[in-house]
């Protein structure tokens, strides 16, 4: 039991409950920014539905696909313009929705562990 605390002293751990709680409030003051990114995804699935002929869910899976850079290649852009949405613009919207995501759960886990150090 006393090795458990000698850990916990050297490495803090916070429970999911309040990693989660914080998250979703930092999530919740960046909404508008975390809307419009993904909100920029889709607009970008209707893009590639109309250049590239695609159905409308096909359309958003190869749009969401090329944000977040996975890239099965079982759909892919044959025009210029879609190339240029699936190569270009989709990632760089998809690394900054990402980037956003990992610093809100940075800073969760900051908020989280200096909330703990206080209680002790």
Not at 19 to 31: D, M, N, S, W
Not at 36 to 42: E, N, V
Request: hydrophobic share 55%; net charge positive.
């Amino acid at each position: 039991m006393e090795d458990v605390e000698k850990q916990q002293q050297k490495f803090p751990v916070i429970g999911f409950r309040t990693f989660f709680g914080i998250f979703v409030k930092i999530i919740y003051t960046l909404r508008k920014i975390v809307i419009t990114l993904f909100m920029f995804i889709i607009a970008m699935g209707f893009v590639l539905m109309w250049v590239e002929h695609l159905s409308f869910w096909d359309a958003q899976y190869l749009s969401f696909l090329s944000a977040f850079t996975i890239g099965y290649g079982d759909i892919v852009p044959k025009t210029a313009i879609g190339r240029f949405v699936c190569v270009i613009l989709l990632p760089i919207t998809g690394m900054l929705l990402t980037g956003i995501m990992v610093a809100a759960a940075l800073n969760a886990i900051d908020r989280g562990l200096r909330m703990g150090m206080k209680d002790k």
